[in-house]
């Protein structure tokens, strides 16, 4: 047995554990299996994986220069943050405002990474990686990822077949810092490091390290609501935090919303809604992923009966065999009255 890294420190196993390209020969597309990185982002339900775990080991690093941009190649096992931080000391600038977000360069295309007002696809050219199905090569362009609030394509026609193995990015040499959430708003002429270790010093205040209290940072997206029902907010909460988007919708900050619905420290058994960032849940010392999502229907419950804004993981379920869809699961335990 294999043990499966994940960063809400559950523990897990596989049978079999499938370094790509090293172990290609021995992998068979007919049986289960789930394609991993860090595990940063992965909420397993149940203890053992009945299935392959395959992770790919690229680490490239390499770039170039167009007229306007540094065109940079990196291989999917390289950690994200190491990453961000090394290209700012090339003086490649761009991801500042990602920094410290767990997991390895591939797994950032999958959930489209973003982090005060920059995501991943703003710089992404493409995507190349494996069709663990048909064993082909396949390289998509920017425009082919379908990428969106924290989704792509990744996730839906290419879900749990497509093993990404590297992604090439175009960093602008004309760079603009990115100063319009939160703390960074009263940064006054910063730098791209100026602009790295604030984000750096205020998600190590914010929210737990993985490695001290097992987490994947934020659990549930932002939802983004319909105007109608933003002004109805707005009468009982003038102060919500928010986020007005160019089809004239409004994205409304979760953890705001899990927090005045008074659920900051709520726990379940060994599962705990983190108490200085209610967007997080964590794992206290032997939570199993059960546990975890019981508490993770328990806070949409509750948010739902205060807002009646219904809250999507942000985190991926993981079966014996499979993803899970989050938001059934959840419903189906809100449903069926197993959430108190």
């Known amino acids: 047995m294999f043990s499966v890294s994940n960063s809400f420190g559950l523990s897990v196993n596989t049978r079999q554990f499938i370094h790509w390209p090293d172990h290609a020969d021995v992998f068979d597309p007919s049986q289960p299996f789930l394609i991993v990185g860090a595990g940063s982002n992965l909420l397993f339900i149940d203890p053992e994986y009945q299935g392959q775990i395959v992770t790919a080991s690229d680490q490239t690093f390499s770039y170039s220069e ?45 959930q489209n990474i973003g982090a005060y007002g920059v995501e991943f696809s703003q710089f992404c ?22 990428f969106d609030y924290r989704d792509s394509i990744f996730k839906h026609q290419l879900n749990d077949r497509f093993l990404i193995t590297q992604v090439k990015l175009a960093l602008p040499k004309h760079w603009q810092p990115n100063l319009s959430y939160g703390p960074l708003q009263k940064l006054s002429n910063p730098s791209a490091k100026n602009i790295f270790e604030t984000v750096c ?7 737990p390290d993985p490695k001290q209290l097992g987490n994947a940072g934020s659990f549930f997206k932002n939802p983004v609501i319909d105007s109608q029902l933003f002004a109805k907010l707005q009468l009982t909460d003038p102060d919500i935090p928010n986020y007005p988007q160019a089809n004239g919708q409004v ?3 979760a953890g705001y919303l899990i927090e005045r619905a008074g659920l900051k420290g709520t726990s379940y058994k060994q599962a705990k809604v983190h108490q200085n960032q209610a967007l997080v849940l964590v794992n206290q010392g032997g ?5 975890i999502c019981y508490l993770a229907a328990k806070v949409r419950q509750k948010v739902f ?3 009646q804004i219904r809250l999507s993981p942000e985190v991926r379920f993981i079966g014996k065999t499979s993803e899970i869809d989050s938001e059934a699961l959840l419903e189906s335990l809100m449903s069926t009255g197993q959430v108190k």
């Open 305 to 307: 009966e205060a807002y």
């Open 125 to 146: 050219s493409s995507v190349t990686g494996i069709d663990l199905i048909t064993g082909q090569s396949q390289t998509l362009l920017r425009t082919d990822c379908h």
């Open 201 to 207: 010093q205020v998600r190590q205040t914010k929210l």
């Open 66 to 110: 167009s007229d306007a941009h540094y065109i940079v190649t990196l291989g999917a096992s390289l950690n994200w943050h190491h990453t961000v931080e090394r290209l700012i000391k090339l003086g490649m600038f761009g991801l500042e405002n990602l920094a410290l977000i767990p997991g390895t360069v591939g797994a950032a295309p999958v």
């Open 287 to 291: 939570a199993s992923g059960e546990q």
């Open 251 to 253: 994205k409304i900050a």
